[in-house]
């Protein structure tokens, strides 16, 4: 019984902390050294690991389609199509399905889908293209792990975001501050970020700066950007 409520309280408060971070990503002025999100998610499912947080950050506010803001939410089936579409380079519907591992039906709703949002078009040949004005490269997306005690939990759950975020960063409040050392390896490997945050004061300090990753699955990236729900 001691053990259960002690868990209780150790959830309730980890719950707070991600409560108090998600105001301050959602503000104006965003994290001190690291600036505002153009979007934040929450507890996303990313097909490879559960981030608490998402933040997407616009590198170029000027090259970013308009309609990219009004996109909302993407299907598995559709962000996984259009993470093999390219603005040069038509493919098939039949290379789409093959490329995708969906069912050619799927594949064809998908891509009504897509086309609907503005976001790809058929070409006169009946091959498909990414709108030239879809430039996700402009997006980064920040992969954010909240944890009160066990650092080495989130060390390991960090490595997995590696498949679709370009910057990975654990958070953790400022008394386990002495516990980065022991993982200075890990983080170093993974290009994972380390920042102190305390919950009541709303203090932030980027701690160990994330390096930028080369995401390791563009279809997982896709998935990351759109496919999830928006914080409210």
């Not at 002025?29 to 608490?52: A, H, I, M, Y």
């Not at 993470?83 to 069912?103: D, E, I, M, N, T």
Request: proline letters at 5%; charged letters at 25%.
């Amino acid at each position: 019984m001691i053990y259960r409520e002690t868990e209780k309280r150790s959830e309730h408060s980890e719950a707070q902390m991600t409560d108090a971070f998600l105001r301050c990503l959602r503000s104006r002025k965003g994290l001190p050294g690291v600036g505002p999100f153009w979007k934040v998610f929450q507890e996303v499912s990313c097909l490879r690991g559960r981030p608490d947080l998402i933040g997407i950050q616009k590198k170029d506010a000027s090259r970013l389609s308009p309609r990219l803001g009004h996109v909302g939410r993407l299907a598995e089936s559709d962000s996984a199509v259009m993470s093999l579409l390219s603005a040069r380079q038509p493919h098939s519907v039949k290379y789409l399905h093959q490329c995708s591992g969906f069912v050619l039906e799927t594949v064809q709703k998908a891509l009504r889908r897509l086309c609907g949002k503005g976001l790809a078009h058929q070409t006169r040949n009946g091959t498909w293209l990414l709108e030239c004005s879809v430039d996700l490269s402009n997006l980064e997306v920040w992969a954010f792990e909240l944890k009160i005690r066990n650092v080495r939990r989130a060390v390991f759950q960090a490595q997995q975001y590696a498949m679709f975020a370009q910057r990975v960063c654990i958070v953790l409040p400022p008394q386990r501050a002495a516990l980065i050392p022991k993982f200075e390896k890990a983080l170093a490997c993974w290009n994972i970020g380390v920042a102190l945050f305390e919950p009541r004061s709303g203090a932030f300090e980027l701690r160990v700066a994330p390096k930028r990753n080369i995401p390791v699955s563009r279809r997982h990236e896709v998935y990351a950007l759109f496919g999830a729900v928006q914080a409210g």
